[in-house]
T-cell receptor, first 113, second 110 residues
């Protein structure tokens, strides 16, 4: 999602529920996408990636879905736990330039007990 | 223990001073990057280096400088010309497309 000013979009879920975080990417030429998790005051942590020749990729408790038609990426987290509270953001390689990735602003996931 | 380290974790600077942020990696990655992160915004690229002794400006290079004398090290200097340096600075290195980040340095100008 998009953010306005200093406020990130927030997703609040109950512990144990599934979470779905969405990202609209910008460049139809992008062929590689990553989801990162960033906890407060820490550096981003790689979660999962996907290439454009795939629609879905699964990891441990996480699934990434790619819809190239509408340039949309989603991250699904199963059985959300308190430790999942963080900001999640997507990144795309925007055509594979030497300057690396283009990053989204992020979504703040809050876990309710 | 492989990874990317950044130091210091917190840094305070008086106006008019230059400060240097350290970034070291032992992942044997060729490419390294510096980003700035401000509240509610995505990461913005300051400088990047694809190989030793070579580096390129990113989107917001003004007021910053870098060097890449060793593969493992990519220090960032925030100069007095940077008008709004208070931010969270992140260093990354990459293997092909995937970037891995260090823990960050929070710089505050007093």
């Amino acid at each position: 999602g998009e953010s306005v000013g200093l406020h990130l979009p927030t997703l609040s879920v109950q512990e144990g529920d599934n979470s779905i975080i969405n990202c609209a990417y910008s460049n139809s030429a992008s062929d590689y996408f990553i989801w990162y998790k960033q906890e407060s005051g820490k550096g981003p942590q790689f979660i999962i990636d996907i290439r454009s020749n795939m629609d879905k990729r699964q990891g441990q408790r996480v699934t990434v879905l790619l819809n190239k038609t509408v340039k949309h990426l989603s991250l699904q987290i199963a059985a959300t736990q308190p430790g999942d509270s963080a900001v999640y953001f997507c990144a795309e390689n925007s055509g594979g330039g030497a300057d690396g990735l283009t990053f989204g602003k992020g979504t703040h996931l809050i876990i309710q007990p | 223990d492989g990874g990317i380290t950044q130091s210091p974790k917190y840094l305070f600077r008086k106006e008019g001073q230059n400060v240097t942020l350290s970034c070291e990696q032992n992942l044997n990655h060729d490419a390294m990057y510096w980003y700035r992160q401000d509240p509610g915004q995505g990461l913005r690229l300051i400088y990047y280096s694809q190989i030793v002794n070579d580096f390129q400006k990113g989107d917001i290079a003004e007021g910053y400088s870098v060097s890449r004398e060793k593969k493992e090290s990519f220090p960032l200097t925030v100069t007095s010309a940077q008008k709004n340096p208070t931010a969270f600075y992140l260093c990354a290195s990459s293997e092909l497309d995937t970037q891995y980040f260090g823990p960050g340095t929070r710089l505050t100008v007093l």
